[in-house]
């Protein structure tokens, strides 16, 4: 069970815009957050989780929410997993 990180980004003549996706442990459960907004702007931040879920069910809202983004266009530039 890992912590994971990913920052999505998607340019194109009209704008320039970034995505982040995190799955993180809340004491023995797991919370998904998002930030997204203009690169280098400020990012509006909100959640999958309201509450904390096991970690199954947080890796399949993570999953859906990186591949419905990456669906839209965005792309990773960096991902990070940390133990």
Known sequence: MKTENIILYFKDAKSDKQYNASLEK???LFIVNFAYGK????LKEGTKTP??????KAKK??????K????KGY???KVQQNP
Do not use: M
């Open 39 to 42: 690169r280098d702007g400020n």
């Open 75 to 77: 792309a990773a530039e």
């Open 51 to 56: 509450t904390p879920v096991d970690y199954e």
């Open 26 to 28: 809340s004491g023995k």
């Open 68 to 71: 419905s983004e990456t669906d």
């Open 61 to 66: 809202i993570y999953d859906k929410l990186v």
